[in-house]
């Protein structure tokens, strides 16, 4: 059975920062790409940044180059979104996703999705 584990949310006031952590389960790691998305309410489903496992190649939305970090711990089958300087506009319920060959930001190119992490960041 395939499983998206995410962990790390919280509240953060502004200007600080979180580490979010997807554990991945019942499929073979490195044959996928792994993305973090987040909803914020009344909004749609953001792609945030995706990581290929296999060879480590990370993409990014704009809002978030130079603030957020993806990576991975193959090892564990783990990938992680580090964030720092958060901003209020960053609450929203985070969810990573495995893609089978898809380095992508499109919520339609990812098969199996974690049960998301709430973030909150208050000004």
């Known amino acids: 059975e395939v499983q998206l584990v995410e962990s790390g949310g919280g509240l953060v006031q502004a200007g600080g920062s979180l580490r979010l952590s997807c554990a991945a389960s019942g499929f073979t790691f490195n044959d996928y790409a792994i993305g973090w998305f987040r909803q914020a309410p009344g909004k749609e489903r953001e792609g945030v940044s995706c990581?290929?496992?296999?060879?480590?190649?990370?993409y990014y939305t704009d809002s978030v180059k130079g603030r957020f970090t993806i990576s991975s711990d193959n090892a564990k089958n783990t990938v992680y979104l580090q964030m720092h300087s958060l901003k209020p506009e960053d609450t929203a319920v985070y969810y990573c996703a495995a893609s089978y060959g898809f380095e992508s930001l499109h919520s339609y190119d990812y098969e199996h999705w974690g049960q998301g992490t709430q973030v909150t960041v208050s000004s």
């Open positions: 990581i290929n496992v296999s060879d480590g190649s990370t």
